[in-house]
């Protein structure tokens, strides 16, 4: 297979990066495949170019609901036939969707896992020719993972209805247990991983411990150039900070879940062009963003994992060029950090108090409510029931996790619009500028029953139906609203919460050992490590975290804060061992090398001069006439 040819034909480049032709190689012959890519590392060839290669349609599955929009639009602008399902489309959209996919008309089906569950999915499902199934954000679906999500293990499910299908499995993040534990939960035939490097050489990593955080965050932001991302925990912190940077003279924006939709675009699209600089966030932002020149990521607040850590610090300088990753520190992080474990897992008692009040919120009798969805206002519910914030969206969460109901922090409703006044009405008694009357055409030519009822639209395809740019189009649907000429409902954002099965009695709710104390003892784990990474002094930082993914044999990266002061400070036994097992591996030929290459390792000079005094000075090595030997 031509693989090289469908990358230039389709993609515009000319050779494969790293390990992406051995991804692609290993699910074109039908194996069951994991790739372990960082972040930027250029996934989405992996499955796009052997989906291409063959006949019949890739399904990709991903929980990220603005990045499959954003993937499916590149695709149909390279002309490649997409198509996504998702939560807020309604049954006629889904259905003509799936169908479209049956008949071979589309070569991609990218689909949410709650989706996955589904009827009329999985009675489509069995017409479709699939080519394979390619999971992203793989790590979701183990239990072990730092952002399990129960609605991925749907997937095992579809994989036995498909035996026969490969599945790719992506993941940026994923420690070896992880690794296992992915491959396990997918039903590989055979264990077959293939690995980049997590080492990101261009990104200096910093810790910087501070009693005020908003000058150290300013004094940073005034001394390195380019545009930058500022994360935070919470929402109404977003706000302030990106207030507090303006008020300094730094354009600034915040991004959150609870944002309107259509703000969220808005903002992301003006950071992405640059008209604003620095973007503060909370982990919402940043998931499928593409924006290579990042040149900064600070964390104003301690992530409670590495993996969160590394894939939100990673959006920094994906262009290759130097970048930083400063996380800024003050003491009191510490007991915080230690206090989440408490918050994100709260008593059991606390947890079916939760459940029974959800009942009595939706005012539902013990034995109804299965399959029943409900907008979901975290805040109102926290001040109707006393109940802390924090631990409620927490427990929510687990009875989301245990099979109860499935609670989602950010469900998407789709725009929907219905015509008021009949067709006869429409131009005999209103005044259409120019524009309204073409956006009218439009949607009269690409979406029937507009007079009986209401239908979801999609802006963005009207836009390029109709020719008129998505700011015009959105200020004409809403003055035919004003006229009552139509209803406009835009898309908007909310939390839902969805019964997953009847209501039971609270004495009934049971919530094991693998939902809540395996998963919370592994929480904990990452806290710690989370602490080690922020509290070393000596230890490379870049080695700290490579380490905790099963990178062992790492050397220090001599750009982070650590291996900065390293570099003129006296050698560490930590850096001894390492710079040690670095110069073994060179000189494991037994034959001399020169002084030179010694130099050519990633060693600071002040250190590989009393490295090589202290291996001399053991008898461990030799040094005559300028040539290295080992004498063991």
Known sequence: ???????????????????????????????????????????????????????????????????????????????????????????????????????????????????????????????MQISFITVDESHCISQWG???????????????????????????TATPEVVRDIQARLLFRKENVFRMSFERKNLNYIVRSTENKDAEMLHILNSVAGSAIVYVRNRDKTRDIAKFLIQHGISAAYYHAGIDSRDKDKRQHQWTDGETRVMVATNAFGMGIDKPDVRMVIHYEMPDSPEAYYQEAGRAGRDGLTAYAVLLYTPDDKRRLSRRVSDNYPEKAFITSIYERLGYYYQMAVGDGEGCRYDFDLNEFCRAYRTPLIQTESALRLLSQAGYIHYEEEDEHTSRLRFIVTRDELYRRYDISATSDQVIRTLLRI??????????????????????????????????????????????????????????????????????????????????????????????????????????????????????????????????????????????????????????????????????????????????????????
């Open 146 to 172: 730092y952002d399990f999500r129960p609605s991925y293990l749907a997937i095992a499910e579809i994989r036995k209805l498909l035996p026969e299908t490969p599945i790719l499995a992506l993941t940026a």
């Open 1 to 127: 297979m031509d693989y090289a040819k469908v990358l230039r034909e389709h993609f515009g480049y000319d050779t494969f990066r790293s390990i992406q032709e051995d991804i692609i190689r290993s699910i074109g012959s039908g194996q069951d495949t994991l790739g372990l890519m960082p972040t930027g590392g250029g996934k989405s060839i992996t499955f796009q170019v052997p989906a291409l290669a063959q006949p019949g349609t890739c399904i990709v599955v991903t929980p990220l609901i603005a990045l499959m929009k954003d993937q499916v639009s590149k695709l149909r602008e390279r002309g490649i036939k997409a198509t996504a399902i998702y939560s807020g489309m309604s049954r006629d959209s889904i259905v003509a969707a799936l169908d479209n996919c049956i008949l071979g008309g589309y070569k991609f089906l990218y689909i949410s896992p709650e989706r996955l569950a589904s009827e009329i999915f999985v009675t489509k499902l069995r017409r």
């Open 447 to 632: 979406y029937s029953g507009v007079f009986s009822d209401f239908v979801y639209i999609d802006e963005k395809y009207i836009s390029e139906v109709s020719g008129i740019a998505l700011e015009p189009l959105f200020e004409s649907l809403l003055g035919l609203s004003r006229a009552r000429i139509i209803q406009y409902i835009p898309r908007r954002t909310c939390p839902s919460v969805t019964f997953v099965r009847h209501r039971l009695d609270t004495s009934r709710i049971i919530i094991t050992p693998a939902v809540y104390e395996s998963r919370r003892d592994s929480y904990a784990q990452r806290i710690e490590a989370m602490k080690e990474y922020v509290l070393a002094e000596n230890e490379c930082r870049s080695r700290i975290l490579l380490r905790y993914f099963g990178e062992h044999e790492a050397l220090p990266c001599l750009v982070c804060d650590n291996c900065r002061k390293q570099r003129t400070s006296t050698l560490t036994e930590t850096n001894y061992n390492a710079y040690k097992e670095t110069i073994y591996k060179l000189l494991s030929d037994k034959q001399p090398h020169s002084l030179e290459e010694l130099y050519n390792l990633r060693i600071g000079s002040t250190q590989l001069k009393q490295l090589l005094q202290r291996l001399i000075e053991e008898e461990k090595i030799t040094l005559h006439d300028g040539k290295i030997k080992r004498t063991d």
